[in-house]
C-alpha cells in the first residue's frame, strides 16, 4: 500500500517558470489537500478538495491553482514561478470522518531562482 | 494572526526521562486536536489525537492532555527514546473540517 505519493521529490526553476506538483493516493480518501512548509513557519494550507471536482483554497492559495478530476490524483500548478515560492510542499489526504487524521506524502523540495 | 501556537522553538531531555510538549489554541471552535511527529526529509507522520470531549487520550508512551479552560494540551512522552527526536506540531481544526491548523513545531531531541 503506497499511500500517498508525490513527485518529483526536488525542482528547481527559473522565476517566471510554470509548473505541476503530482500527488497520488491509493487509499480511496474522499478529502486531499496540499500544505508548504517554510522555516519557522510551520505547515499552511494552500488548497483542499472534499471529492472529485470540488476544490476551494486555503490560508495561502495566491499563484497556486488545483484541479480534482478523479479520487485518486490531486495536482499543484504554479503559474508563474517567484522565489516566494520557495518551499516543501506536502499533500496530505483523508477520509471523510468526522475525526480521521490526515495522511501526507513525503514532500517536493522546491526553489525557484 | 496565529491560532494554534507553540512556543517553544525546541526542547533537550535526557533518555527515559519524560518530554513535554505543549501547544496553546487561540480559537474555541476547534474541537480535534491531533499531534504530527516529523522526521527531517520526511512526511509528518500522526502521532495521536483527542477531542474537545476528553481530556486525556493515551496511546503507548503517548498521552495527550487537553485543558479546554486554558485552551492548552500537551503530548507526554514517557519514557523517551533517542528515536523520538524529530519535530512535533500541534494541530486542531473545528471536527470534519478538511482545514487542519498547524502550530510552528516543537524540535525534540533526545540525548543518550
Known amino acids: 500500500n503506497a499511500g500517498v505519493t508525490q513527485t518529483p521529490k526536488f525542482q528547481v526553476l527559473k522565476t517566471g517558470q510554470s509548473m505541476t506538483l503530482q500527488c497520488a493516493q491509493d487509499m480511496n480518501h474522499e478529502y486531499m489537500s496540499w500544505y508548504r512548509q517554510d522555516p519557522g513557519m510551520g505547515l499552511r494550507l494552500i488548497h483542499y478538495s472534499v471529492g472529485a471536482g470540488i476544490t476551494d483554497q486555503g490560508e495561502v492559495p495566491n499563484g497556486y491553482n488545483v484541479s480534482r478530476s478523479t479520487t485518486e490524483d490531486f495536482p499543484l500548478r504554479l503559474l508563474s514561478a517567484a522565489p516566494s515560492q520557495t518551499s516543501v510542499y506536502f499533500c496530505?489526504?483523508?477520509?471523510?470522518?468526522?475525526?480521521?487524521?490526515?495522511?501526507f506524502g513525503s514532500g517536493t523540495q522546491l526553489s525557484v531562482l | 494572526d496565529q491560532q494554534v501556537k507553540q512556543n517553544s522553538p525546541s526542547l533537550s531531555v535526557q533518555e527515559g526521562r519524560i518530554s513535554i510538549l505543549n501547544c496553546d489554541y487561540t480559537?474555541?471552535?476547534?474541537?480535534?486536536f491531533l499531534w504530527y511527529k516529523k522526521y527531517p526529509a520526511e512526511g509528518p507522520t500522526f502521532l495521536i489525537s483527542?477531542?474537545?470531549?476528553?481530556d486525556k487520550n493515551e496511546d503507548g508512551r503517548f498521552t495527550v492532555f487537553l485543558n479546554k479552560s486554558a485552551k492548552h494540551l500537551s503530548l507526554h512522552i514517557v519514557p523517551s527514546q533517542p528515536g523520538d527526536s524529530a519535530v512535533y506540531f500541534c494541530a486542531a481544526s473545528v471536527g470534519g473540517s478538511e482545514k487542519l491548523v498547524f502550530g510552528k513545531g516543537t524540535k525534540l531531541t533526545v540525548n543518550p
Open positions: 480559537n474555541s471552535m476547534f474541537d480535534y
Open positions: 483527542i477531542s474537545s470531549i476528553k
Open positions: 496530505a489526504s483523508r477520509d471523510s470522518g468526522w475525526d480521521e487524521k490526515l495522511f
